[in-house]
């Protein structure tokens, strides 16, 4: 994902949510500032890869099958935590440490590598918990204009950017256990940033040429007048 292409859909998630771009630089600038090195995701190749990219809704452990059967596990925020927990190793995990720093903290220290995201509202998590982490495991990422080691590879929401992240890395097809867009459990706020995850994975799967399950009987609902042709 090249930043000119991202940015006015990043401009339309600013619009629509209120967010402030001016802090989510400052952010981006404090995890660039945080970090004495980063892990190349040059590394992280899922080229010819089935890739299950690992949403936290509640049908994940019913689902965990089919993060096992693929051929690398992304997962986001506390999908890492369900999935170890039933024996399902990750591969890498996504988080903006909204819930478990500590996860963060031991996979870097054994070398799996962590897209830790820099937005506007996790400034004071960034600044406590960045330090702890093994930053050689760290892959830095940001909504706002890459700067330095700090990347852009799309995506809004720790789930969708698990799946611009897998896409980056060549995935050959990406699979989604774990994704509920109709959680009744969740507020107005993460209800809200369901929609944009299913208008950006909409994007993504157009960008493949891939028809991801988790969109069919959904995409005649979804607004794309955000999205670039």
Not at 112 to 127: E, F, Q, S, W, Y
Request: charged share 30%; net charge negative.
């Amino acid at each position: 994902m090249k930043y000119p292409t991202w940015e006015p859909v990043y401009e339309a998630i600013l619009d629509d949510f209120g967010f402030d771009r001016g802090a989510d630089e400052q952010a981006r600038d404090l995890l660039a500032d945080s970090l004495t090195t980063a892990f190349d995701p040059v590394r992280l190749d899922f080229a010819g890869e089935t890739v299950a990219v690992a949403g936290a809704g509640p049908s994940l452990e019913a689902e965990a099958g089919r993060a096992s059967e693929a051929d690398a596990v992304v997962a986001a925020s506390t999908a890492a935590d369900r999935l170890r927990e039933v024996g399902v190793a990750v591969d890498c995990m996504v988080t903006d440490l909204d819930k478990n720093p500590d996860t963060v903290r031991e996979l870097t220290a054994a070398g799996t590598p962590v897209a830790v995201h820099a937005h506007g509202d996790n400034i004071p998590a960034l600044r406590e918990y960045v330090p702890a982490f093994d930053a050689a495991a760290v892959i830095p990422t940001t909504q706002a204009a890459p700067v330095g080691p700090v990347r852009n590879f799309g995506g809004f929401t720790d789930g969708d950017r698990a799946a611009f992240l897998a896409d980056h890395c060549g995935a050959d097809r990406l699979v989604f256990p774990g994704w509920d867009f109709d959680d009744d459990a969740v507020g107005p706020m993460k209800r809200r940033k369901l929609v944009w995850a299913k208008r950006l994975l909409y994007w993504l799967e157009r960008r493949r040429s891939e028809r991801f399950a988790v969109l069919d009987g959904r995409r005649d609902g979804i607004d794309d007048s955000a999205l670039p042709e």
